[in-house]
């Protein structure tokens, strides 16, 4: 049974400060990581994904994975009050060959204070 | 380009009855996702496709839920009958390979909230 560990939350971070994300999850073949935002009644927004150890950064935001501590990370930095939502990690692992479904935490609700 | 596309959007029903919920995945996309959200549970995985077969169901939770892909651009999930606690909101999602698959990324639909009453 894959699962991916999440806090809850609420974070909350003041404008313009570094916003860090944080998951863990279980499954040691689990071969790429994604982190989707969602706004309350929205439906999830890919931001982006990783799935070599080390960091990816695009724009605002950088990814981390850690495969031998079965950690992933997404910093936020310059955070604005439009960041303000729930963050999602999810995993997929399994074969190469095909599509896998993801397996989701159960988000961080991020608050960005003016 | 369109993103996918989920219908209804909002559905209120009484115990027992019939839901239909229908998704069309983004054009050129190959591998299709259902997906269930609620508060408790979070978002998971009930059902996915890779060129219209079903890959992997072990998320259904019950013989009431199924699932179908009759071609490339048209899904349904279908509950019969339905009980309160399949209320929830269901998403659809889609993803084409990009070449590796560790890459592929999976885009979602708006859902369908689901009431049963």
């Known amino acids: 049974q894959k699962e991916v560990e999440q806090n809850s939350g609420p974070l909350s971070v003041p404008e313009g400060a570094i916003a860090s994300l944080n998951c863990t999850y279980s499954?040691?073949?689990?071969?790429?990581f994604f982190w989707y935002r969602q706004y309350s009644g929205k439906s999830p927004e890919l931001i982006m994904f990783?799935?070599?150890?080390g960091d990816k950064e695009d724009g605002r935001f950088t990814a981390q994975l850690n495969k031998a501590s079965q950690y992933v990370s997404l910093l936020i930095r310059d955070s604005q009050p439009s960041d303000s939502a729930t963050y999602l990690c999810a995993v997929r692992g399994g074969s190469g060959g095909g599509a896998d479904g993801l397996t989701f935490g159960k988000g961080t609700h991020l608050i960005i204070q003016p | 380009d369109a993103g996918v596309i989920q219908s209804p959007r909002h559905e209120v029903t009484e115990m027992g009855q019939e839901v239909t919920l229908r998704c069309k995945p983004i054009s050129g996309h190959n591998s299709l996702f259902w997906y269930r959200q609620t508060m408790m549970r979070g978002l998971e995985l009930l059902i996915y496709f890779n060129n219209n077969v079903p890959i992997d169901d072990s998320g259904m939770p019950e013989d009431r839920f199924s699932a179908k892909m009759p071609n490339a651009s048209f899904s349904t999930l279908k509950i019969q009958p339905s009980e309160p606690r399949d209320s929830a909101v269901y998403f659809c999602?889609?993803?084409?390979?990009?070449?590796?698959?560790?890459?592929?990324?999976?885009?979602f639909g708006p859902g369908t909230r689901l009431t049963v009453l």
């Open positions: 999602a889609s993803s084409r390979p990009l070449g590796l698959a560790v890459t592929d990324t999976q885009y």
């Open positions: 990783i799935y070599s150890n």
């Open positions: 499954d040691r073949g689990s071969q790429s």
